[in-house]
C-alpha cells in the first residue's frame, strides 16, 4: 500500500494524535473526517472514497464500534496503526483497526482484538487477551495472564494484576489496582478497586 493518503475518522484531540502516529508510519497527507458542526469533511463526504485507507481517531468506545462497523458495511480498507517506539512481541496478534501509541509494550503470546486503542505507554505482559473495542488508557500496567473484555475502559495509571479477568462493558477508574476479577458492565476504583456500580 503506497502510503499517501490516509483518513482519520475523529478530529478531536485523540485523533490529532492518532494523525502523528500516521505521519511516524509515512503517510504524507491526512485527512480528517468528523461529524460534527465543524471544518472537516463528513462521512457523507467521503463514503465513497474507500478506496483511500482510513484509521480510527476516535477515544469513545461505543462510538468508535459504531464508526467501525459503518466502514465495514462501505467497505473501507480499516488500517491498524502502531508507533515505531512501541515494543510488540513477534508472537503477539493484533487486531484490525487498532491504535498502538509511542512507547507501549506488548509481550509473549497477547491478543489485542479489533479496534483497541493502547494508549501511551501502557504495559500489556504475556499471554493477556484484550477484546474488541477496548481503551487502554496511558502507563497502565496488566500483567500477565489478564483478560479485559470487549468495549472496557482502563482508566489511567491503573494496574492489574496476573490472572484477573475484567469482563465486558466494564470501567476501571485512575489509578486503581484491580486485584480481583470484575463481573460485565461494573464501574470499579480504587485501591484495591471495588466495584462501586453496576448497570
Do not use: W
Amino acid at each position: 500500500m503506497e502510503k499517501t493518503k490516509l483518513f482519520i475518522y475523529g478530529a478531536s484531540g485523540h485523533g490529532k494524535v492518532v494523525a502523528d502516529i500516521a505521519k511516524n508510519n509515512g503517510f504524507k497527507k491526512i485527512i480528517f473526517v468528523d461529524d460534527g458542526d465543524n471544518q472537516y469533511s463528513t462521512f457523507e463526504d467521503i463514503k465513497t472514497q474507500n478506496n483511500i485507507p482510513i484509521a480510527l481517531g476516535i477515544g469513545d468506545n461505543v462510538i468508535r464500534k459504531k464508526i467501525f462497523k459503518k466502514l465495514e458495511r462501505y467497505n473501507f480498507n480499516i488500517i491498524t496503526l502502531i508507533h515505531s517506539s512501541a515494543i510488540i512481541s513477534c508472537s503477539s496478534k493484533i487486531g484490525k483497526g487498532s491504535v498502538i501509541m509511542p512507547n507501549v509494550v506488548v509481550n509473549a503470546n497477547s491478543v489485542i482484538g479489533k479496534g483497541v486503542i493502547l494508549n501511551t505507554a501502557c504495559i500489556i505482559e504475556h499471554d493477556n487477551l484484550i477484546k474488541k473495542f477496548v481503551h487502554i488508557s496511558p502507563n497502565v500496567s496488566l500483567a500477565g495472564n489478564v483478560t479485559i473484555g470487549k468495549n472496557s475502559h482502563i482508566g489511567i495509571g491503573s494496574s492489574v494484576i496476573q490472572n484477573v479477568n475484567i469482563n465486558k462493558n466494564s470501567i476501571i477508574g485512575a489509578g486503581s489496582v484491580v486485584i480481583n476479577n470484575v463481573k460485565s458492565c461494573s464501574t470499579a476504583i480504587g485501591v484495591p478497586a471495588k466495584i462501586i456500580k453496576r448497570k
